[in-house]
């Protein structure tokens, strides 16, 4: 029983790393749990910054509103007015700021911007920043917020910035509130920065935190790692190397692995698959003793036996039969002719089934073989004389081997100096099948050439031959092998109007 080519090395321990199916699951096990976490430190970071930013926008609100409510009318018509009187307003606001900057570290810096006469441009009417090292606007300068949305919107109502920006002095969020000095237009707008610094520090912690659990995960997954690989290496090989022993013929083969999982299902599975094939391959074999192994694969290859039941052939079949059967038979023991016909019967079917003939029956100290049934067979004909010659070859070798265990003395001592087998061999039409009852049948040919090649293999005894062939399958044979043919004449045999021409070889 051979094995299928495959490209794959025989064992677990030769496949390269990324093909062994341990690996490739724990590594699929790993990507996904990495990915996990790092799923859930994007959330972590996406929920604990918004948080964050909800609260620092939130407390940006209620600090400008609180500026923006002790800024009365007069103050910034002062502010707008500019020079002495502006002074005390400035003093003021900046001290308001000062106490805002001790309260809340986060605190930037503050400033009032005052509208000018062209439309999106302010100008700093007052500016003080919390940190000394950081130099603060020039309160003259103009400040272009035609491309600051959230700062203009600052102009109407309370506004936050909802995302943090980089400015020279790190991560900031401003937030605005409108200063009315009586009309509906506002003159103006006060606006808080705050450090946001903590928000991207927030960023760095979370990545860390993603960073940390991605090692946690690895350290985890060597663990996991080495148990999977002990779960499903150790069975999978045994599966490897229980399936070539199967391929390579040996059913007796069984994984007997006891596990309630899907590896024990699997190898009960393997093991019933086994024991099949195992009782297939003994049915076939004792078959085969019996019936000859071309029919019995034949019988257990159809589906349906009954397919066998009758076909006609073009065949050659082989009639043989010892000579002086009768006298080695009375004179021997029944156990003595028993070894004698199972040595000789032995040697013949090796020779038949060589030249892939199928024997169908023993006969006694004779036999019936066939060329062509249940299988074609081309040059048959060529196949069935190459077959009679090698058996006569064969006999005289068994013959030698009987001298020299003086086993050749039982038929000696009674005239007998060696075994002979005589042999017919025809070709024709046959109709081969399945004959019999229905309780039994038996794999047969049925026809005219049977009893013309049995009427052959009787014709020896008078011609004093041992093969002889008929014409029909000498014309059919290689001319180097027909040549080796001596032609007999032509003969009336039992059962046929017309002569037969025949040939000894």
């Not at 397919?307 to 156990?335: I, K």
Request: charged share 25%; net charge neutral.
């Amino acid at each position: 029983m051979g094995s299928a080519p495959s490209t794959l090395p025989p064992s677990v321990r030769e496949l390269r790393v990324w093909q062994r199916f341990h690996v490739r699951i724990t590594a699929l096990y790993g990507a996904a749990l990495l990915a996990v976490f790092i799923i859930l430190g994007v959330l972590l970071y996406k929920t604990g910054f918004d948080i964050e930013l909800r609260g620092l926008q939130h407390r940006l609100r209620a600090m400008v509103a609180l500026l923006a409510a002790d800024l009365t009318p007069d103050a910034l018509n002062a502010l707008q007015k500019g020079g002495p009187e502006a002074e005390p307003v400035k003093r003021e606001f900046k001290a308001r700021v000062t106490a805002l900057c001790a309260s809340d570290p986060d605190v930037g810096s503050a400033y009032i911007l005052l509208r000018t006469e062209h439309a999106g441009w302010l100008h700093f009417a007052v500016v003080l920043d919390c940190t000394p090292s950081r130099d603060p606007p020039s309160e003259v300068r103009p400040y272009d917020a035609r491309n600051l949305p959230v700062m203009l919107r600052g102009l109407e109502q309370i506004a936050v910035e909802d995302r943090v920006y980089r400015d020279p002095f790190g991560a900031t969020l401003s937030g605005y509130a409108p200063l009315f000095s009586g009309g509906t237009v506002s003159a103006g707008l006060v606006g808080i920065d705050v450090d946001a610094q903590r928000l991207s520090l927030m960023r760095g912690r979370v990545l860390r935190l993603v960073g940390g659990f991605a090692i946690l995960a690895m350290a985890l997954l060597a663990p996991v790692a080495y148990l999977v690989a002990r779960a499903v290496r150790g069975p999978v090989e045994r599966v490897i190397q229980a399936s070539a022993s199967i391929a390579d013929g040996r059913l007796e083969t069984r994984l007997a692995i006891v596990r309630r999982d899907e590896f024990g299902l699997m190898a009960h599975h393997f093991d019933l698959m086994a024991a099949g094939l195992e009782e297939r391959e003994r049915i076939r074999a004792t078959f085969g003793r019996y019936l000859g192994r071309d029919v019995a694969k034949a019988l257990l290859a159809e589906a349906d036996p009954s397919r066998l039941s009758g076909e006609e052939r073009e065949v050659v079949v082989l009639f043989s039969d010892l000579q002086s059967y009768s006298t080695l038979s009375e004179h021997l023991s029944p156990r003595q002719v028993v070894e004698l016909l199972n040595a000789y019967l032995d040697a013949m079917t090796d020779v038949i089934e060589a030249e892939h003939g199928v024997y169908l029956e023993f006969l006694g100290d004779g036999f019936l073989a066939v060329f062509g049934a249940p299988n074609e067979l081309p040059n048959k004909e060529e196949a069935a004389v190459r077959c009679a010659v090698e058996m006569r070859r064969r006999l005289m070798a068994l013959n030698d081997a009987w001298e020299k265990t003086d086993v050749s003395k039982l038929w000696r001592e009674r005239g007998i100096p060696k075994i002979v087998a005589r042999v017919g061999l025809h070709s024709g039409t046959v109709v081969a099948g399945n004959v019999g009852s229905r309780n039994q049948v038996r794999y047969t040919v049925i026809g005219d050439t049977v009893n013309v090649a049995a009427r052959l293999e009787a014709l020896n005894k008078e011609l004093g031959s041992e093969i002889l062939i008929s014409h029909e399958v000498i014309e059919k044979l290689p001319p180097d092998l027909a040549q080796k043919a001596a032609s007999r004449g032509e003969h009336h045999i039992k059962g046929r109007d017309q002569p037969v021409r025949v040939y000894a070889i």
